[in-house]
């Protein structure tokens, strides 16, 4: 049972999901703010301002920077796997939701048109980050990594 209590208290998992934490609660309250409705599903969801993905991956690099070095192993595998996830948020998944919005108004333009209905399920659109919401949930990464760094480490 000792791994169970390892687990929860590595400060760099600690730092990773209290990061992602900040970044989905941000999230749906900016989105609140906008649509002037709260939508618990952007608690847990993709897309929208900013990435939890990246603040995630942002905050495990710094605090692998912050604790074993920038010439480290734990910071080079950390520091990679951040680029990947949020150059794929940027593009992959960007270019995802765009399709899929689009996909689900040519599903929209055929129910109108035809007798036989297409399905009615849409294709989820939110599931990738302009540059600018990999940006703030980068620096919202950082930050926390350096107040967790504080306490954690």
Do not use: Y
């Not at 900040?22 to 703010?33: D, G, T």
């Not at 995802?96 to 919005?101: D, E, I, L, R, V």
């Amino acid at each position: 049972m000792n791994w169970f209590s390892h687990l929860f208290t590595n400060p760099f998992l600690l730092t990773a999901l209290s990061s992602w934490a900040i970044a989905q609660i941000l999230k749906a309250l900016i989105n609140a703010a906008v649509t002037h409705t709260w939508d618990v599903r952007r608690l847990f969801g993709d897309g929208g301002m900013p990435s939890g993905h990246s603040a995630t991956v942002a905050s495990l690099a710094m605090a692998a920077a912050l604790r074993c070095g920038v010439d480290s192993f734990e910071f080079a595998i950390s520091a990679v796997l951040a680029i990947i996830v949020c150059h794929d948020a940027m593009g992959v998944r960007l270019e995802t939701g765009k399709q899929a919005a689009l996909l689900n108004e040519i599903v929209e333009a055929f129910n109108l048109l035809l007798v036989d209905d297409l399905p009615e399920e849409k294709l989820k659109e939110f599931v990738g980050h302009t540059p600018m919401q990999v940006c703030a949930g980068v620096l919202i990464g950082i930050i926390n990594a350096f107040i967790m760094h504080q306490f954690l480490f």
